[in-house]
């Protein structure tokens, strides 16, 4: 096929275009920082060396907390699925009637459920408390 | 791109000093080493070698002289903090400005600088045919200013490829990519640009001219 008049001047147009464009970008003047910028610098840096270094966590103090949470996290898993799969597996059979060992094992998940709850809260608490000592 | 703060000179394509270089990287090497030991005054040399390259980085960010040296001394702290971290695999200015690169971009997403959208940037107005130095900086002007409004994926790669003086690699090894997505990414920004600023084939053509005219007169 023949190439049209645009065919031939449109490539050209372009790429003089992308040519002004990259002489424009690439010429650009230089800064020269301000007189102030150095010891600016400096006394921010000579600020931060004076300062204490960061409190380090308190492992030794954290760790029985942090085996006790993972201890009762573990058992509230174990309670969990204990007792909430016999509940669960028992509603079928009585839908609207739940019988009384059924409604106990299911007010126990609620509190198994309640107390897995607040070791997480706890767990993610400490976990930013431990953030803003730089640890994570 | 070589330590040290130039007078504004326009940076087309600078031979690479390579003893500078070489005297530059022993230099930064001996003042990390001793930053490291606990002299923090050995930090200076590391500022007073890179300030000029970080401050003009920054400036090609965002286009803001007094955030320009915000951000420099943002990425000199940080790079204070984490001296430790680099590992010598890279260059010590490879580091530097990667870190750097880092610190803008994430400084500039939390408090972003007042960009109009890249439809909005207000176009040359025919300095061809002006032909006066006023029209033509304002036209340069402008297109430096577009590139600010190019989405940041575009915006990055152009602001580095030309910090580097076109050098594609030392771009991508600062933004941690492969060199065919940042030519990608080039070649994208440079067709974005192009549509918003077609006068410039005129510019373009105008300085032709003026350079043969210039080159007939000489021979003459």
């Not at chain 2, 390579?18 to 500022?47: S, W």
């Not at chain 2, 790079?79 to 680099?86: E, Q």
């Not at chain 2, 590992?87 to 200015?93: A, H, L, N, T």
């Not at chain 2, 402008?142 to 409004?149: D, E, I, N, Q, T």
């Amino acid at each position: 096929m023949k190439p049209t008049k645009t065919d031939r001047t449109e490539p050209d147009r372009t790429e003089r275009i992308e040519m002004e464009i990259e002489r424009i970008l690439a010429t650009e003047d230089e800064l020269v920082p301000s007189s102030g910028f150095l010891t600016s610098v400096m006394e921010s840096v000579r600020q931060e060396a004076a300062l204490p270094p960061p409190i380090p966590f308190p492992w030794k103090w954290a760790a029985p907390g942090i085996l006790l949470a993972t201890g009762v996290f573990g058992w509230g898993c174990f309670e969990l699925v204990h007792l909430g799969l016999p509940a669960v597996s028992a509603i079928p059979d009585a839908p609207l009637h739940l019988s009384a060992t059924v409604e106990r094992s299911l007010e126990a998940t609620e509190w198994v459920a309640v107390a897995l709850g607040a070791s997480l809260l706890s767990w993610l608490l400490s976990r930013r408390l431990a953030g803003r000592s730089g640890l994570f | 791109m070589q330590p040290g703060g130039r007078a504004s000179s326009p940076t087309a394509r600078r031979v690479p000093d390579l003893t500078a270089n070489a005297k530059g990287a022993i230099e930064d090497l001996a003042d990390v080493e001793r930053v490291l030991a606990g002299d923090a005054q050995a930090f200076e040399g590391i500022v007073r070698r890179w300030q000029g390259p970080l401050v003009n980085m920054a400036w090609r960010y965002c286009r803001d002289r007094g955030r320009a040296e915000d951000l420099a001394q943002e990425a000199f702290l940080r790079a204070w903090r984490g001296l430790a971290n680099w590992r010598r695999e890279s260059s010590f200015s490879t580091w530097l400005f990667a870190l750097a690169a880092n610190v803008f971009r994430s400084e500039l997403k939390r408090f972003p600088t007042v960009n109009l959208p890249l439809d909005a940037a207000p176009e040359p107005s025919r300095p061809a045919v002006q032909h006066n130095a006023l029209a033509e900086q304002l036209s340069h002007e402008a297109v430096r200013r577009a590139v600010l409004a190019l989405p940041l994926r575009y915006r990055e790669p152009v602001v580095l490829y030309y910090f580097y003086e076109m050098d594609v690699a030392a771009a991508a090894a600062t933004m941690r990519l492969p060199e065919g997505t940042v030519k990608a990414r080039l070649s994208r920004a440079r067709a974005l640009l192009r549509r918003r600023f077609p006068h410039l084939e005129a510019e373009y053509a105008a300085m032709e001219f003026t350079a043969l005219t210039i080159g007939k007169e000489a021979s003459n």
